[in-house]
């Protein structure tokens, strides 16, 4: 017997089916309610609203739970690639090895990018923040590859489409950022494993050999593989309603860099530095912080703390707060941006305020300590998530047109004038 909820609406009640999720998840499915009610929810934000039901990842924001395609963010971080990552979330099953070595090998030779994208880099002014970069010429691809402006053609065309962003993406995201460096940009080397070659592409200059250290490219590996997707989250839901036009994969996802971009979202990595830095130029005053971040007449917010769906501590900040301490050791950085980080966080968890609205670090407080100590600046933040984000970003996309979803068009409530007759400006 299909379980049902009950609404009364003037006397009238209507069944409503309740879905179950495989984690038993309950949600109402309301997709007929407007037909039989006459009426339609609403849900700023969609706090309390499912878009699809997904197959791709898992997270229970109450226990801090986070899977893609069951296997637990705690194993995949330890002992995955971030390429074998990409094809579990975009095909749905861990790879055989020698599926894994095509993979790879189709990854590797699609690298390079046509060579009038420089002319289009060109374009750009010295001091272009590189997200805008990066969702300008990740839109171009369709330029290159107008086939791929019709994604839907055959499931060959579908997978090189992806393929080729998987690939070239890497290369848009070092150019981008040796354009802002003013520094001539370096070519993919295909000796390279997928984060070597961006780190090489990132850093190699004519004028000194860039060796790649074991200690980063471990560490990007594992920042790659914890953003690598967490399901409807703004990023990945512009995608998703972008995508359901059936526009490309590439203008699709142009448009979730953008989302990403903004600094409650993924802009926030890049704004957390800037707080830790304020907070440290400003002699270090952490509790003035903590109280600037409660007080409702200022617009200043903790950065990298509280999370639309974990009210308890994000998995993801928990394996990077350890890695920040395991990579700057290695590296031999001392930061004084972690240490006041590390403090902050104590402060606010035993802070009532932040107790009481369960707002706990994010993915995005302690990611900018390891990627600065990495040698990445500030700007590329961001960008680097994106580069996590992309496999998916594809995996969400090519999931809703799977399932052949229709195009999102959510409703509204109208409460502007009700009818009125044009005045002549003479009457006015
Ligand atoms: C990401 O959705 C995802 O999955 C995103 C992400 C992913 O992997 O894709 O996890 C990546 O975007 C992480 C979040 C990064 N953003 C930040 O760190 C920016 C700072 N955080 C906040 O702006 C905020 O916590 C959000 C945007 C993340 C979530 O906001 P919500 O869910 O809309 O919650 P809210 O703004 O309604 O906050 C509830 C209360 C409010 O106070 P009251 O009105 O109840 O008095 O908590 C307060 C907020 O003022 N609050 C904060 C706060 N975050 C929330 N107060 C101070 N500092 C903060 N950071």
Not at 54 to 83: H, M, N, V
Request: aromatic fraction near 10%.
């Amino acid at each position: 017997m299909a379980e049902t909820a009950q609404l009364i609406i003037d006397g009238n009640t209507y069944e409503v089916p309740i879905i179950t999720g495989s984690e038993g998840e309950k949600a109402l499915d309301i997709s007929k309610l407007r037909a039989q009610t006459g009426h339609i929810t609403l849900d700023i934000g969609y706090k309390n609203t499912g878009s699809t039901q997904s197959a791709i990842t898992f997270l229970d924001g109450e226990k801090g739970i986070l899977r893609y395609r069951g296997y637990p963010i705690e194993q995949l971080a330890e002992q995955s690639e971030f390429l074998e990552v990409a094809y579990l979330l975009i095909y749905g099953a861990l790879p055989a090895k020698k599926e894994y070595e095509e993979f790879k090998n189709a990854v590797t030779i699609h690298t390079l990018v046509h060579e009038d994208t420089q002319k289009i880099f060109d374009g750009f002014p010295s001091n272009s923040h590189p997200m805008g970069v990066l969702s300008s010429l990740v839109s171009s691809l369709t330029a290159f590859y107008p086939r791929s402006i019709d994604p839907g053609r055959t499931p060959q065309e579908v997978n090189r489409t992806i393929v080729r962003l998987l690939a070239k993406i890497p290369t848009i995201a070092a150019w981008a950022y040796k354009g802002e460096m003013g520094h001539p940009v370096n070519y993919p080397n295909n000796e390279l494993d997928y984060c070597s070659n961006f780190l090489h592409m990132l850093f190699s200059l004519p004028t000194e050999k860039y060796e790649v250290d074991p200690v980063v490219a471990d560490a990007l590996n594992k920042l790659l593989i914890l953003h690598a997707d967490h399901e409807q989250n703004c990023s990945t839901s512009t995608v998703r309603i972008v995508g359901s036009s059936h526009t490309s994969l590439y203008t699709a996802v142009a448009a979730g860099i953008n989302a990403l971009w903004g600094p409650l979202h993924g802009g926030a990595n890049q704004a957390v530095i800037e707080m830790l830095e304020a907070i440290r130029n400003d002699g270090g005053d952490i509790q003035k912080y903590v109280k600037k971040a409660q007080d409702k007449d200022d617009p200043f917010r903790l950065m990298g703390f509280g999370h639309r769906v974990y009210k308890n501590f994000d998995p993801r900040a928990k394996i990077i707060k350890k890695a920040a301490d395991d990579v700057l050791a290695k590296l031999g950085v001392d930061d004084p941006c972690l240490d006041i980080a590390k403090e902050l966080e104590e402060i606010a968890l035993r802070d009532q305020y932040f107790v009481d609205r369960n707002l706990y670090p994010n993915v995005d407080f302690y990611s900018g300590i390891i990627y600065r100590a990495m040698g990445i600046p500030t700007e590329m933040f961001t960008v680097m998530f994106a580069l996590g984000r992309l496999p998916g970003w594809i995996a969400q996309w090519k999931e809703m047109r799977e399932n052949q979803e229709p195009i999102g068009r959510p409703r509204q409530v109208y409460i502007g004038e009700t009818e009125r007759d044009y005045v002549s400006i003479d009457k006015r």
